[in-house]
């Protein structure tokens, strides 16, 4: 069954340690994203990608970084987590070929607490 | 101000009852219109999409778009507490890069 998975889906940790949040898509989508969502706000883009190779920060200014090896994996590293970093990381794809409308088709997401 | 304005609720009604949710927005310039429906501890789904103004419908669910308004509706008829989430507009303006822009979520509850 085509979809997107995210992994972990739940994640608590403490101060300083380096974190990979991981997403996967079976699609074959080339458009990736990551949203970051807090509770009662807008969903946030830190990260999108357009293809393999391809990365772009997106309107909120993260410390994430993230990487585009293969077209269905972009995973999201914090090199250091910090309490200011706990949310809702939500990871997403579309396809070029419904380039019109962007659907978007999400991930159940990775919610991030850290200590 | 924001680009996209949305009540956060809760909305609370009962089983049967219509449901009206609702987005204000300021960019003229958009032109695709997007209903997301999120479950709790869930990723946010497309329920329907409009392009440019006017209405569609979709069994239970009418989405609206009047851009002289600004302004674009989601109805929900006969609804169900299966219903019960938090529904996201989303919007953009056509071609170039595709960037969304999502309102902060509507929360519904509909009780038997």
């Known amino acids: 069954e085509a979809d997107i998975y995210q992994t972990p889906r739940y994640l608590v940790i403490g101060t300083g340690k380096k974190i990979t949040l991981e997403c996967s898509q079976t699609?074959?989508?080339?458009?990736m994203y990551w949203y970051q969502q807090d509770p009662g706000m807008e969903l946030h883009l830190i990260h999108y990608?357009?293809?393999?190779?391809?990365?772009e920060k997106g309107d909120l200014s993260s410390e994430s970084t993230v990487s585009r090896i293969r077209t269905e994996h972009f995973p999201l590293t914090l090199e250091s987590a910090r309490p200011s970093h706990t949310s809702q990381y939500l990871c997403?794809?579309?396809?070029?070929?419904?380039?019109?409308?962007?659907?978007?088709?999400f991930g159940a997401g990775s919610r991030l607490t850290v200590l | 101000q924001k680009e996209v304005e949305q009540d956060p609720g809760p909305l609370s009604v009962p089983e049967g009852a219509i449901v009206s949710l609702n987005c204000t927005y300021s960019?003229?310039?958009?032109?695709?219109f997007m209903w997301y429906r999120q479950y709790s501890r869930k990723g946010p789904e497309l329920l329907m999409y409009t392009y440019s103004s006017g209405n569609k419908e979709d069994g239970r669910f009418t989405a609206q778009v009047d851009k002289s308004s600004k302004y674009i509706s989601l109805f929900i008829r006969d609804s169900q507490p299966s219903d019960s989430a938090t529904y996201l507009c989303a919007m953009r303006v056509s071609g170039g890069y595709n960037k969304l822009i999502f309102g902060a979520g509507t929360r519904l509850a509909v009780h038997p």
């Open positions: 960019n003229s310039a958009f032109q695709y």
């Open positions: 997403a794809s579309s396809d070029s070929l419904n380039s019109g409308a962007n659907v978007l088709t």
């Open positions: 990608s357009y293809g393999v190779n391809s990365t």
């Open positions: 699609m074959g989508h080339d458009k």
